[in-house]
């Protein structure tokens, strides 16, 4: 899912082997021409802009008050949700954190003071975490939430730095060590939440040459729970949920590998071959460029549109295109393959193929809306979760709100998803109907059972 997500970068060896006594230059030309489209990231896009359709019922004051910077660093709450979205979507889980105030303040008056001053570190921060970055979890029991949490973060991080890659270009999702990375622990006890981040250095004297040290520790007396939330996109438990989208990431990298292979196929077979016909095995044959023979056979020939080749009599020299007919079938495999991935990223087929009734464009997109319809119902439900933990740490009513935890109220968010089926015709009046018969366009059969149909009574026989 990464890989394709990333559009292969530095992974296209692995899924495209080299061939059997395939030589050097030609197995790096086919990778330098093998270029994967953005087909499996745009997909996914689409299915993030459906489920960004929603809206908020009503926030918290302190978090109306940030909605354009919920993270500390400029990003809007809608823009953030989606980014979760995304990650759902790739990953089929990520986890969301509150994060208590950086600034703690010894009375109620100094903390008012604080906000109305525009005082950020004095109010909590989203932040989103990869599920790859959720390094380990305990609880104190089956079938409860966790209760300590050790993730890492990637501190500053470069827009323009890919996906599972830091600004200096290394691969976290490979290297179990990442030099802008920290290591945050969290801890939920009665006597309140315990937050301590720790730092790789260069240590010869641990195996792998590298140690932790604690850079800093925080502890929350009002906080007895885990500010933390797993989203899933099946509602699978903490820690667990499964790929949405792996068969779209399998049929990418299939299309992938037989795209390769045709333009392969393409390369070998666009330059036609030179065939001789009537010369034996062992009669020279001359080459020359106007002014003479040059060679034999045997010797290397370079042809020319000056060149001219002397052939003994009956004997004749041409150039044959290969035919090539396994390129059809390239070609059919890889229409049918394309065809796959669109109907599952739900992306329409356009004039390929036969056309497809209303019926089925109507079927297809209730599935759609189904599939679609079950993450809205995971989405509504988290943020409901995201509010419960921010009034709690911000210590807000959230009766008046709305968004205890547990609470059977309205759900905090709603989010509309489209059907996506055409809209229905309109249905034709009895005046029209009427009108229809006289001109003879329909029978008087076909009226008395189109008005029986309408009135719910059986059609009576004249």
């Known amino acids: 899912m990464h890989d394709c997500w990333d559009l292969l970068n530095l992974r296209k060896e692995y899924y495209l082997p080299r061939g059997e006594r395939e030589p050097d230059s030609a197995y790096k030309r086919r990778i330098d021409a093998a270029l994967p489209s953005g087909f499996f990231r745009d997909a996914l896009r689409t299915f993030a802009g459906m489920l960004s359709a929603s809206h908020w019922r009503e926030l918290p004051p302190s978090l109306q008050a940030v909605v354009s910077d919920v993270d500390g660093c400029g990003i809007d709450l809608g ?36 906000l109305r001053q525009g005082d ?37 991080s470069s827009p323009s730095a890919p996906a599972g890659q830091d600004p ?52 929350y007396q009002n906080i007895n729970s885990l500010p933390m939330i797993w989203y899933a996109s099946d509602g699978a438990a903490f820690g667990q949920g499964d790929l949405p989208h792996l068969g779209l990431a399998h049929q990418y990298l299939n299309h ?63 150039f044959v295109e290969i035919q090539a007919r396994s390129l059809a079938e390239h070609r059919a495999w890889l229409e049918l393959l394309d065809q796959g991935m669109r109907r599952d990223a739900l992306i329409p087929s356009g004039a390929q193929g036969a056309p497809r009734t209303a019926t089925e464009i109507s079927m297809a997109a209730s599935q759609a809306y189904a599939l679609l319809q079950s993450q809205a119902i995971q989405k509504a439900s988290m943020f409901s979760s995201l509010l419960a933990h921010w009034t709690a740490i911000t210590g807000e009513s959230s009766q008046t709100i709305g968004y205890q935890v547990g609470s059977t109220t309205a759900a905090a968010m709603v989010v509309e998803i489209s059907p996506m089926a055409p ?40």
Not at 83 to 109: F, K, N, Q, T, Y
Not at 180 to 192: E, I, K, L, P
Request: with cysteine; aromatic share 6%; proline share 7%.
């Open 168 to 219: 200096r270009g290394h691969d976290l999702r490979v290297s179990g060590v990442a030099p802008d990375s920290q290591y945050v622990t969290v801890s939920s006890t009665a006597a309140g939440l315990t937050a301590s981040t720790s730092e790789l250095v260069e240590d010869p004297s641990v195996p792998g040459g590298y140690g932790l040290r604690q850079v800093s520790s925080s502890n």
């Open 256 to 318: 992938f590998r037989c795209q390769s292979d045709y333009q392969e196929l393409l390369y070998r077979t666009a330059m036609p071959v030179g065939v001789r016909t009537g010369v034996t095995s062992n009669a020279p044959l001359s080459i020359g460029t106007g002014f003479g023979p040059m060679g034999s056979s045997s010797a290397e020939v370079v042809l020319g549109p000056n060149s001219i080749i002397d052939l003994p009599e009956g004997a004749s020299f041409q």
């Open 79 to 114: 823009v953030f949700l989606e980014r979760a979205d995304l990650l759902v979507l790739r990953d089929g889980a990520c986890l969301i954190a509150i994060a208590p105030p950086e600034h703690l303040w010894p009375s109620a008056g100094d903390y008012a003071q604080a």
């Open 120 to 156: 950020r570190a004095s109010l909590p921060k989203l932040q989103l975490i990869e599920r790859a970055d959720l390094l380990n979890w305990s609880t104190s029991g089956a079938n409860t939430l966790p209760t300590q949490l050790i993730y890492r973060s990637h501190g500053r």
């Open 423 to 462: 809209a229905p015709k309109p249905a034709p009046t009895v005046a029209e109907m009427l009108q229809l018969q006289e001109k003879g366009i329909i029978s008087e059969q076909a009226l008395r059972q189109w008005l029986g149909d309408i009135a719910g009574i059986a059609p009576t026989s004249v």
